[in-house]
């Protein structure tokens, strides 16, 4: 069922019903009369130009936080129908979330619900540098942060031949000798 079928049925407060499949197959079981049909071509939105003919606006997928927020509102407005009925509501609504959410706020409003926007989800926390999540990395007695058993070409960490190196200044971010903990 298209939104607007849905919204219409909303404001006047009718209860939302799905079309069952023996009412479908009611309507169908009669054969369509046979006529003379002359083909139809297809008509492009180019062709359309110019002759009053309005194209169809492109829809666009909704945002996480937009889906989050009609998925409440319809909770909210379908919490008396059928899972069904819901389910088609939400349908539709995310193919027109723009749509969706200005009628669906505007119902909730004047039914006197509020339905807060959910909170964004918290920011994850950047992954620490490379070095510290590496099995190479070595750190004698609690050393911090640690030295490199790789990289020989990075400075000694205590005399020309000691086998532990300098961590990278870039904490390993363009190491190609990176191998993370097991
Ligand atoms: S420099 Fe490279 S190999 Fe050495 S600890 Fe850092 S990421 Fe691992």
Redesign the pocket.
Known sequence: MALDTMLARLEQGATVTAVTAEETAAVTANPAPALAVTAVTAVTAEKDKGQGVAAEPARRAPTDSERAELLALLAVIYADDTDQDRQEAIEAALSDPDGALLCYRAICLERGRVVAPPAPAPAAAPAPP??RR????ATPSRADP?Y????TE?APAYGTDHPL?Q??ED??AS?????AWQ
Not at 148 to 151: F, G
Not at 175 to 179: A, D, S
């Open positions: 490379a070095c590496c099995r190479h990395r640690g490199c058993d790789q990289r990075l190196h961590l990278p904490g390993g190491c190609t000798r990176f191998e």
